[in-house]
């Protein structure tokens, strides 16, 4: 990323700020989203998809074979084996196994597409932190959300295929802190939706 790309980012957030900041009277517009928010988690998306193009763009890594399953569990049985039977994979990582389940169904054992999905979770996990940081009304929202997503620390976490138990479990956890903030907020509707996401966290990365 040159000089450039960086002093339009870090103008942009600048910009971001200020506005955040002459909406924070506001408790109404807390949660509110605008065109600007969805363009800087546009802007968010594309920097990160492009900081991580080598592991997008890269085969299996260690133990990913290993991990995402043989052809003895790409049936309906095999699915039902991930869940009820013990051992059948190494670890058990009910979730995690029947997203791999679902992509080889959909596109065999292309690397790439479970690099792509692993790119995505990780992205979604970033802009949750962002939504997160909003709700609570913290100054610097949008480049602690660049820090988490570009952080180098993430790196295993969206390279390797297997570690998608993070990304997974990520993405349910920070979900169910955000319902759950806005349950405190006395929103009725998280009631219902917050339950399902604490409960579906640990599915993803038991350990």
Sequence with gaps: MNCGTLKHVSRFIRHCDRAGLQRRGDKSSTMSWTKRDWFFCLILAVITMVAYQPAW?????????????GPELRTLDGLRR???VPRTTQQYYPLLHTSYWLQQ????????????????????CA???????????VPGAELAAIIFALHPVNVETVACITERKNT???????AATLWSLKFDEGRSRSRKACPPAFVLTPRGNEG
Excluded: E, P, Q
């Excluded at 169904?105 to 979604?124: C, E, F, K, M, Q």
């Excluded at 997974?168 to 920070?174: D, E, H, N, R, T």
């Design 57 to 69: 763009r890269g085969g299996v890594l260690w133990d990913d074979d290993a991990n995402i399953g």
């Design 82 to 84: 991930m869940w009820f």
């Design 105 to 124: 169904r959909l596109w065999g054992d292309s690397a790439t597409g479970y690099h792509l999905v692993n790119l995505l979770l990780h992205i979604g």
């Design 127 to 137: 802009v949750l932190v962002l939504k997160i940081l909003r709700f609570l009304r």
């Design 168 to 174: 997974v479990s990520g993405c349910f956890g920070l």
